[in-house]
């Protein structure tokens, strides 16, 4: 059994297990860039971590995702610039070529 300590969080006395405080985003699913996951926009944040952030509220209770049937990777902002600089720079190459320049 592991090393259970008390805190307060949220205004709330609560009780964890030690190495665990404040890890839950390292652990829980939906902060592994689920596209899905919409925390600051709740009309289209997930529903099911809508209902568990719920549930975590009312009960004063912190927990992760552990699994998830409809996890999904969003697709990362920088890979989308990362792309655009690419094609950019391979026009520039297309553009070069044609005009003769080394
Ligand atoms: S789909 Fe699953 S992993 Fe993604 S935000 Fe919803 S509950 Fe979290």
Redesign the pocket.
């Known amino acids: 059994m592991g090393n259970i300590i008390k805190y307060i969080h949220h205004g709330e006395t609560v009780s964890v297990e030690k190495h665990l405080k404040g890890k839950h985003r390292e652990h ?5 860039n ?5 925390p600051e926009d709740k009309k289209n ?5 809508s209902k ?1 952030f719920q549930i975590c509220v009312d009960e004063k209770v912190v927990t992760p ?1 552990w699994e ?5 990777p969003a697709i990362m902002k920088q890979q989308k610039s990362i792309k655009k600089d690419d094609l950019i720079k391979k026009a520039g190459f297309k553009i070069a070529e044609k005009l003769g320049v080394e």
Not at 68 to 72: I, K, V
């Open positions: 829980c699913l939906c902060w592994q689920c596209k899905n996951f919409k944040n997930c529903p099911i971590a568990l995702v998830c049937s409809q996890y999904a």
